[in-house]
Nanobody, 128 residues
Framework: QVQLVESGGGLVQAGGSLRLACKTS????????MGWFRQAPGKEREFVAA????????SHADSVKGRFTISRDNAKNTLYLQMNSLKTEDTAVYYC?????????????????????WGQGTQVTVSS
């Protein structure tokens, strides 16, 4: 059973930056498809970015393209999300997710159902 622990959230002014980290334990991290999702109050959980190491694929939601970058360090079993030029609408709880079985294709990485393991989330608040 893989465990995911997010860190790095906090309060930042609009235009600022944050770097989220997701430390994993259990299993073989390099085999997992990893993703970041977020959920704002009263809204559904939405896709932010994903990384499939085995296929050498990454994907970012249109709303964060050019501002956020997903990356991973397989030696450290850690997933990252570098967030630049933050906007107030980026305020949400950010979740790390893992797909630990199969090898989902790029077009499925945005789906919540693709992932079977989730972290507890970390709050990101962007003030104006």
């Amino acid at each position: 059973q893989v465990q995911l622990v997010e860190s790095g959230g906090g309060l930042v002014q609009a235009g600022g930056s944050l770097r989220l980290a997701c430390k994993t334990s259990g299993g073989t991290f390099s085999k997992y498809v990893m993703g970041w999702f977020r959920q704002a109050p009263g809204k559904e959980r939405e896709f932010v970015a994903a990384n499939n190491w085995s296929r050498r694929q990454t994907s970012h939601a249109d709303s964060v393209k050019g501002r956020f970058t997903i990356s991973r360090d397989n030696a450290k079993n850690t997933l990252y999300l570098q967030m630049n030029s933050l906007k107030t609408e980026d305020t949400a709880v950010y979740y790390c997710a893992a797909s630990t079985s199969g090898n989902p294709i790029l077009s499925s990485l945005w789906r919540v159902e693709t992932y079977d393991s989730w972290g507890q989330g970390t709050q990101v608040t962007v003030s104006s």
